[in-house]
């Protein structure tokens, strides 16, 4: 498969736990972006990196967010103390190019349910 | 106000009719412009980009209006399998994509 992967697709966890998610890219893609998707709504960015450079985050993703692309590879969401609120579908999604028709390739996602 | 609007829906169609979306957008910055399919429960993917010219792909058609800031998709001859979500996108020249809520489609035999 030379698609986007994530990892777990299915996370169910308590209030106040700590999760951590896993997205690998399409292998010759360098950039590599997370959004949240919540029910009847469409994808909110949160953030995105360059190769291992984290070049922008949303104000969205509050400090029990973060994120790291340790060698340009592979990434990982991790949120602490996680809250009902955060329930929601994680999507990462990459590409090798900016500017007009940079199609963003999505991951089939992680659906987060927080009790 | 949101950045990108779209009627929510749902449009319920027979097979063979013709539906039409819109969606406005706020910044004028805006430089590239997309519709994205998004099946239930699954991630969304790239139906096609929106250029000034407008295009067209098979069935779909898409117009772009700088002007008034709006961007319409237009399906011909739906089908059964054209049932989704529509998700219409805008970049500013940046990397991140801004998604509107979706519009849903149902189409029924």
């Known amino acids: 498969d030379t698609g986007v992967s994530q990892n777990p697709r299915h996370k169910i966890t308590k209030r106040g736990q700590n999760v951590t998610f896993r997205c690998d890219p399409i292998?010759?893609?360098?950039?590599l972006y997370w959004y949240r998707q919540t029910l009847g709504q469409g994808p909110e960015f949160l953030t995105y990196?360059?190769?291992?450079?984290?070049?922008?985050k949303s104000r969205l993703l509050s400090d029990r967010f973060s994120a790291e692309r340790p060698k340009g590879s592979f990434s990982t969401l991790e949120i602490q103390r996680t809250e009902q609120g955060d329930s929601a579908m994680y999507l990462c999604?990459?590409?090798?190019?900016?500017?007009?028709?940079?199609?963003?390739?999505f991951g089939p996602g992680t659906r987060l349910t927080v009790l | 106000r949101k950045e990108v609007e779209q009627d929510p829906g749902p449009f319920n169609v027979p097979e063979g009719a013709t539906v039409a979306f819109n969606c406005t957008y706020s910044?004028?910055?805006?430089?590239?412009f997309f519709w994205y399919r998004q099946d239930c429960r699954k991630e969304p993917k790239l139906l096609m980009s929106?250029?000034?010219s407008g295009n067209e792909d098979g069935r779909f058609t898409a117009q772009l209006n700088r002007a008034s800031q709006y961007i319409s998709l237009l399906i011909r001859d739906s089908k059964l399998s054209d049932s989704a979500t529509y998700l219409c996108?805008?970049?500013?020249?940046?990397?991140?994509?801004?998604f509107g809520t979706g519009t849903r489609l149902q189409v029924f035999p």
């Open positions: 999604a990459s590409n090798n190019r900016r500017g007009q028709g940079n199609e963003q390739f």
């Open positions: 292998s010759e893609h360098n950039r």
């Open positions: 990196f360059q190769n291992e450079a984290q070049l922008e």
């Open positions: 910044n004028s910055a805006s430089q590239s």
């Open positions: 929106v250029y000034s």
């Open positions: 996108v805008v970049n500013y020249n940046t990397d991140k994509l801004i």
